[in-house]
């Protein structure tokens, strides 16, 4: 049976589906990155090989996505390599063909996007400000002692939300502690943490954006469902969390690699080989560009980064 496999490379997790012909999933992992894109793909590879085994699946197409896609495209030899606008879209389009807009929320990164038709025709990304992402929940959990897991639930118990500052992280982790010296309760501060990560979702990356239902929220803070129930409040929409919403990414990618028909032989075999990268500045003109090189053993494999011929790299530089 033919086998599609997607990878979604991101800064705090990596996540990989395999799906069969007719877009079912066959096995599929979550783990985090931990600062080791390679290191997280290999171990993600052993995973799913694991989850496989037995199963007469036979991968025969990669796409990659996420932060760092382009170097587990190369080690990977992927046949698709997509920003992940593209792959969040095309996998929720064909989870839910109706969607109008999809909230997505990462560990550090967060994004809107419009959808008319099936295409996406507008979206949003947030840029450096990460207090409307699940790292920014994540710390904040820490701080009061809780489990992150625990966070959405703790929330809905709350009758009475603390207003939480959200413009941004030092702000909001301020008036957190203020407000808790002062006798807040923690189920109310928890809400209101929850109100305010959807407060600057909507005032940042939504601002100037049509928001229309059908919505569905994905990534990892998808999960939460004190945020969730927050954006319902905000929007006035009903919003869907699919079960597989933090798997959105490699999900559509696994979707591209599917439909792109350029199919190769795939083998685990990928994750025992040693790979390294290399780093420069090129000074051969004014750009100064950065030039990044992958290597299987001493052999390059690839090269990128050059804006121009002068930055050019050759195999056994």
Sequence with gaps: MKAYLGIDIGSISTKGVVIDSDNNILASEYLWTEGDPMGAVKRLLKVLENKLAGSDAEIVAVGTTGSARKLIGVITDAAVVKNEITAHAIGTITLHPDVATIFEIGGQDSKIIIIENG?????????????????????????????????????????????????????????????????????????????????????????????????????????????????????????????NGHLMGAFGVAVLARRSG????????????????????????????????????????????????????????
Aim: proline share 2%; with cysteine.
């Design 119 to 243: 295409f996406v025709v507008d979206y949003a990304m947030n840029t450096l400000c990460a207090a409307g992402t699940g790292s920014f929940l994540s710390s904040q959990a820490h701080r009061l002692g809780v489990s992150v897991e625990d966070f959405g639930e703790i929330a809905l118990t709350s009758k009475n939300p603390t207003n939480i500052a959200a413009r941004c992280t030092v702000f909001a982790e301020s008036d957190l502690v203020h407000k808790a010296q002062i006798g807040h309760k923690k189920e109310d501060i928890i809400a209101g943490l929850c109100k305010a990560v959807v407060a600057n979702y909507i005032n940042n990356i939504g601002r100037g954006k049509r928001i229309k239902a059908p919505i569905v929220f994905q990534g990892g803070v998808s999960k939460n469902v004190g945020v969730k129930k927050a954006f319902e409040d905000e929007v006035g929409f009903e919003v869907t969390v699919d079960d």
């Design 262 to 317: 350029k199919e190769k032989p795939f083998s685990f075999d990928v994750a025992d080989v040693e790979f390294r990268t290399k780093g420069f500045e090129c000074p051969k003109c004014a750009n100064h560009c950065e030039i990044i090189c992958v290597y299987s053993g001493d052999k390059l494999i690839d090269s990128w980064g050059n804006k121009c011929d002068n930055g050019a790299v050759r195999v056994n530089r």
